[in-house]
C-alpha cells in the first residue's frame, strides 16, 4: 500500500516508548505554548502548575478535565465574544471567528455538548484518522460507502474528509434508506464500509431479507465505530462472516479526537500516541492503576489547539498493555473498549458489561436481535432479555447467560421485526430501575 504519510506512522509507532516520550513532551509543549494563557478554562486549572512540565511524569499531579465542567463552565470561557449556549464547550482557545467546523456531542448520556475545531484542529483530525484507514488498508483504488446521517455527529464528518484526502471514491449516503445503502454498495462495487457495529449488522439482516448476497458484494473491510462491537469477538465474527469482510475497529470522541484504531486481529485497539497522552485510573479513586487492570482511559490531545483537552476523563474502561512484543509499540487495550464506567450494571451483586452480554447474545447462530431489561422485582433485581429469531433455542440460551454471568436470566423469544433496529449506536441494555438511566 502506497498512501502518503504512511512511512512516517509506521516509524512513530515503532519507536522505543523513551523515545515516543520525548515527542510527546515536545508536542504538550508546542500545545501549551500555543493555547496559554489564552484559553482561559486551561489558565484557570493550570495556574497553580508549572507549564511547560520539564516531565511528562508531572502531569499525574494535573487536575483532571470532566464533560461536566466543559459545559458548565462554557459561558464563562471567553467574555471577547458575544453570548453563546451553555452547551458550548467551555475548552475554546480562540474567538469564534476562527473556527470552521461545529460539531455536537450525542446527548445519549446527558446535556448534548457543541464542539468547534479551527482549520488547522481539523486538519489534526484527518491526520489521526490516516493510522485508521491504513489498519483497513484502504488506498486510492478502493470505493468507501460511509453509512450514517450527515448531521453534527463528528465521527464521519471526519472520516469522509480522510477518506478524500487519501484519494478514494468517497460515497455518502445520508438520508438514503438502508435498501438504498445496499443497492448502492451493490451498483458501485464498493469495496470498504464505515459504520458502527449496530448498523453493519441490520444492513446483513436487511440484505439477507431483499435476497442480496453480501459476501458476493466486494467489500473487504468495514470500519466500525460508535460502540464497542468491533473488538467483541461474537460481533466481530457475525459481521465478518456476513460481509465476507474484515473488521477494523476504531474509537474516538467529538470531546478529545481519533485516538484509538485497531488491529488486524481484531484483539484490540490501539491508542495513537503520537497524538495523544494515554493514561489510566481507577475510575472510584482517580489513582494511577498499572498494565492488565480495568481502568478509566484519560486523554491529553497533543496537536488540537482550538479545543484542546487536557488530562480529560473519557469514562471508557479498557485493559492497557503496553507489551514490548508487539511490532508497533503504541498502548494497546486488549479487548478494546470493555464498557463505560456508568454502563456498568450490578444486578443482584454481579457487576454486567453490556459488552458481556452482546459476545454471549451474539455468538448464538439464530439471535437476529436482542434488548435486555433490568427491573426491580420485589425487593430483588432482575434481568431480563428478549430476542428475535425463530431458530433460537431459548433455554439454552439462558442457560449460556448463567453460566457466563453467575445470574439467572429471563430469555424470551419476540416476533420478528419487534425490537429496535439502530443506525447509529445501538441502545440494547435498559436499566429501569432508574428512568434516566438507559444505555
Not at 498512501?3 to 510527546?24: M, N, T
Request: proline fraction near 5%.
Amino acid at each position: 500500500m502506497h498512501v502518503e504519510g504512511f512511512d512516517e506512522r509506521r516509524w512513530v509507532e515503532r519507536l522505543p516508548r523513551g523515545e515516543l516520550r520525548a515527542l510527546q513532551l515536545e508536542r504538550l509543549k508546542r500545545l501549551l505554548a500555543t493555547i496559554l494563557p489564552d484559553n482561559q478554562f486551561y489558565a484557570r486549572k493550570l495556574a497553580e502548575f508549572r507549564t511547560p512540565p520539564e516531565s511528562l511524569d508531572e502531569l499525574a499531579q494535573w487536575p483532571f478535565t470532566t464533560k461536566g465542567e466543559l459545559i458548565a463552565k462554557s459561558l464563562a470561557n471567553d467574555d471577547r465574544t458575544e453570548p453563546v449556549s451553555a452547551r458550548l464547550a467551555a475548552n475554546r482557545t480562540f474567538p469564534l471567528d476562527r473556527y470552521v467546523r461545529c460539531h455536537r456531542t450525542s446527548g445519549t448520556r446527558g446535556e448534548p455538548l457543541v464542539v468547534l475545531d479551527t482549520a488547522d484542529d481539523w486538519q489534526w483530525w484527518i491526520e489521526g484518522w490516516q493510522f485508521v484507514l491504513d489498519a483497513a488498508r484502504i488506498d486510492r483504488r478502493d470505493r468507501v460507502v460511509l453509512a450514517f446521517s450527515f448531521g453534527p455527529f463528528i465521527g464521519f464528518w471526519s472520516a469522509f474528509d480522510a477518506v478524500l484526502a487519501r484519494g478514494a471514491m468517497t460515497i455518502p449516503t445520508g438520508g438514503m434508506n438502508t435498501l438504498a445503502r445496499l443497492q448502492l454498495i451493490q451498483s458501485l462495487r464498493a469495496t470498504a464500509v464505515l459504520c458502527t457495529p449496530s448498523y453493519a449488522l441490520h444492513l446483513a439482516s436487511s440484505a439477507e431479507q431483499e435476497g442480496i448476497d453480501l459476501r458476493a458484494c466486494g467489500v473487504r473491510a468495514i470500519v466500525v465505530a460508535g460502540e464497542p462491537g468491533g473488538s467483541i469477538p461474537a460481533v466481530r465474527e457475525r459481521i465478518q462472516s456476513a460481509w465476507n469482510a474484515q473488521v477494523i475497529d476504531h474509537a474516538g470522541a467529538t470531546e478529545a479526537g481519533p485516538w484509538g484504531y485497531g488491529d488486524a486481529s481484531g484483539e484490540g485497539l490501539y491508542v495513537n500516541e503520537s497524538q495523544f497522552l494515554a493514561e489510566w485510573i481507577d475510575p472510584a479513586t482517580g489513582l494511577a492503576a498499572g498494565d492488565g487492570q480495568v481502568a478509566e482511559l484519560v486523554l491529553t490531545s497533543l496537536g488540537r489547539a482550538g479545543a484542546p483537552m487536557i488530562r480529560y476523563r473519557t469514562g471508557d474502561l479498557a485493559k492497557p498493555d503496553r507489551s514490548s512484543s508487539r511490532e508497533n509499540q503504541f498502548a494497546f487495550l486488549l479487548g478494546g473498549i470493555l464498557g463505560r464506567a456508568d454502563d456498568m450494571l450490578t444486578v443482584r451483586g454481579v457487576n454486567i458489561f453490556p459488552s458481556s452480554l452482546e459476545d454471549i447474545l451474539w455468538s448464538e447462530p439464530g439471535v437476529r436481535e436482542y434488548r435486555a431489561t433490568v427491573r426491580k422485582s420485589g425487593a430483588l433485581d432482575s434481568l431480563s432479555v428478549d430476542v428475535e429469531g425463530a431458530e433460537t433455542d431459548v433455554a439454552r440460551l439462558a442457560t449460556r447467560l448463567q453460566l457466563r454471568l453467575g445470574l439467572r436470566v429471563e430469555v424470551q423469544q419476540v416476533p420478528a421485526g419487534t425490537l429496535p433496529r439502530f443506525e447509529g449506536k445501538g441502545r440494547r441494555v435498559i436499566d429501569e430501575r432508574a428512568a434516566s438511566h438507559s444505555l
